[in-house]
């Protein structure tokens, strides 16, 4: 797994925040974690979301899903409409149902309004300390600080322990009760969440130090499980199996994780050479990747590609082993073929721009502009396309477009008095009154009004 650029399967390097978690003991914690980007994962999530936030009356384009790279069993909800689910978690689930659980659970507390209801459960300075630590800290993953988190962990804040476990007991029975419904609505069965609350309820012998964090900011009670058994006892969708592409999705997202995420050798004792399936070829091609074993990869995922032809991940993971073994030029085709499929994909129309600006050939550089241009148009907080789209730009001595992307760049990493200047220089040179020229006026006043 690459840690040096946002796009592909990769942790931000510097990418930190802090996770607030509420202790059995009273006392909130913070400790750092780092988000993985992966256009396919997170295009998984939103699958088996969306029929959820239906249910719920939400929009789903308004929730914004993180995956978070750690090991241990979580999930969470945190600065409004903001889904964050564990590594752990996704790999440890048996099936997609049980994920599919825990989003209807997680759906639940959004709906619910939860989180504006615990913050007026705490005294002020304790509300505004949670808050400021999960914004602080997304903020630090916007711009690649994480001297910016550090910056805002406050000292443990002492809360009413019984009356704060009380209230988050009653908010888990009604997220269990939202999820219910919401899962009902879908068709979907609730067997997932039983089985997960039943795992659950397997650590709550264990020591607080020893338990998943999901048990510790997630109260179990007996209650629940019994609320969920019945409810699947009386759901008619109970032993309704689950769409295969569904069943699919979840095995190649469990592969392709474990892939990046384990040591290759364990990767390639768990999927087995005489294993035919697609994820577990799926893994091995990851795991020959990792080991920097190009030609055992690609004769993998040119076997896959054979039989999925329209299959955009696989030409992306194609692109990806080309790229990082140097071999700029070959990985063009593929990920401009998973980019013709996905046309809406910017993680993956940034590597291509990246392959193309370093490509020899300079006929490329418009291509690049293009695809850098888009991929903005879709996600435009990742500072690595601005940086790109500045090079780009450059190729073509295009200096006022140069100086708004850097300021694009900046505002985005930080770095505020950087921003002013670049977006000073832009407003010089760009068209007074154009769309471009409004662009750096607000970048200046924004970088402005941070500083003070």
Same mark, same amino acid.
């Given at each position: ?50 029929? =959820?936030?239906?249910?719920? +009356?939400?929009? @789903? !384009? ?9 090991? $241990?069993?979580? /999930? ?54 949670? =808050?400021?630590?999960?914004? +602080?800290?997304? @903020? !630090? ?9 550090? $910056?805002?962990? /406050? ?35 609730g067997r997932g969440l039983m089985e997960f609350l039943g795992t659950l309820s ?30 699947? /006892? ?53 795991a020959y990747k990792e080991m920097h074993q190009i030609d055992k990869s690609l ?154």
């Amino acid at each position: 797994m690459k840690r040096i650029q946002v796009p592909k399967f990769v942790a931000y390097s510097a990418a930190v925040f802090c996770f607030v978690l509420i202790t059995l003991s009273g006392q909130t914690s913070a400790r750092a974690i780092s988000l993985i980007r992966d256009t396919e994962i997170e295009n998984t999530i939103r699958v088996f979301s969306a029929p =959820l936030f239906d249910a719920a +009356g939400l929009e @789903a !384009a308004d929730i914004q899903i993180h995956i978070v790279n750690d090991s $241990a069993l979580n /999930a969470f909800v945190a600065g409004g409409q903001r889904l964050f689910i564990n590594t752990g978690l996704l790999m440890r689930a048996e099936h997609a149902g049980q994920v599919i659980g825990v989003i209807a659970h997680e759906t639940g507390h959004i709906s619910g309004g939860h989180l504006v209801r615990l913050q007026e459960s705490l005294n002020g300075s304790t509300a505004k300390s949670i =808050l400021t630590l999960v914004l +602080g800290g997304l @903020a !630090a993953v916007a711009t690649g600080q994480p001297e910016a988190a550090g $910056a805002v962990i /406050a000292g443990g804040a002492s809360v009413q322990q019984r009356s704060l476990l009380s209230y988050t007991r009653s908010m888990e029975q009604a997220a269990d009760q939202a999820a219910a419904s919401f899962l009902e609505e879908a068709g979907y069965s609730g067997r997932g969440l039983m089985e997960f609350l039943g795992t659950l309820s397997g650590q709550e012998l264990l020591s607080v130090e020893s338990q998943d964090p999901y048990l510790r900011s997630h109260p179990l009670t007996r209650d629940r499980i019994e609320f969920m058994r019945s409810h699947v /006892a009386a759901s008619q969708y109970s032993d309704e199996p689950y769409p295969d592409n569904v069943l699919r999705a979840h095995d190649r997202m469990r592969a392709k994780l474990k892939g990046f995420i384990n040591p290759p050798s364990r990767t390639l004792r768990e999927y087995k050479a005489d294993d035919p399936s697609f994820s577990a070829r799926y893994a091995r091609a990851i795991a020959y990747k990792e080991m920097h074993q190009i030609d055992k990869s690609l004769a993998i995922i040119d076997a896959l590609i054979a039989g999925a032809p329209n299959d955009p991940f696989l030409y992306e993971l194609k692109g990806d082993v080309l790229q990082d073994a140097g071999r700029v030029a070959e990985s063009i085709p593929p990920y401009s073929k998973a980019v013709e499929i996905l046309p809406w994909a910017a993680l993956i129309r940034i590597n291509l721009a990246q392959s193309q600006l370093e490509a020899k050939d300079l006929a490329l550089g418009d291509l690049a502009l293009d695809n850098l241009q888009q991929a903005v148009r879709y996600e435009p907080e990742i500072p690595l396309a601005w940086r790109l789209l500045a090079t780009a730009y450059a190729r073509k001595d295009d200096q006022p477009n140069v100086m708004l992307a850097l300021a694009e760049e900046a505002i985005l990493t930080g770095k505020q008095s950087e921003a002013r200047q670049r977006s000073k220089r832009a407003m010089d040179r760009l068209p007074k009154g154009s769309a471009s020229w409004f662009r750096a006026q607000d970048i200046h006043n924004a970088a402005k009004k941070k500083k003070e």
